[in-house]
Nanobody
Framework: QVQLAESGGGSVQAGGSLRLSCAVS????????MGWFRQSPGKLRKGVAV???????NYADSVKGRFTISQDNAKMTLYLQMNRLRPEDTDIYYC??????????????????WGQGTQVTVSS
């Protein structure tokens, strides 16, 4: 079992920054994907960024160059540094964990564990 808890969301003006954190507890897979997803009401969750147990990262095209995913294994915490935020980045952001295996990193259906989400609101 893995428990995930996001924090760090809030309201910011366009061009600003936020850093999301995801505290991990329990027993994560030894080889894993840890990802950030976003979701709007009535829409499917979309992958934002992922990092695997070897430290490799992937990003959605819409956030490349603006967002950075990282992890602190000692603190068992996942981060998403969000810079140059845009109004279209507004969403609920979730962290998630799954075993590293075949399948697209952005396929939310493959993730086993989810946090409760944190709201990010970017005003113009």
């Amino acid at each position: 079992q893995v428990q995930l808890a996001e924090s760090g969301g809030g309201s910011v003006q366009a061009g600003g920054s936020l850093r999301l954190s995801c505290a991990v507890s329990g027993y994560p897979h030894s080889m894993y994907y840890m990802g950030w997803f976003r979701q709007s009401p009535g829409k499917l969750r979309k992958g934002v960024a992922v990092i695997d147990s070897d430290g490799h990262t992937n990003y959605a095209d819409s956030v490349k160059g603006r967002f950075t995913i990282s992890q602190d294994n000692a603190k068992m915490t996942l981060y998403l540094q969000m810079n140059r935020l845009r109004p279209e980045d507004t969403d609920i952001y979730y962290c998630a964990e799954r075993k590293l295996r075949i399948g697209a990193w952005s396929d939310f259906g493959l993730y086993n564990y989810w946090g409760q989400g944190t709201q990010v609101t970017v005003s113009s």
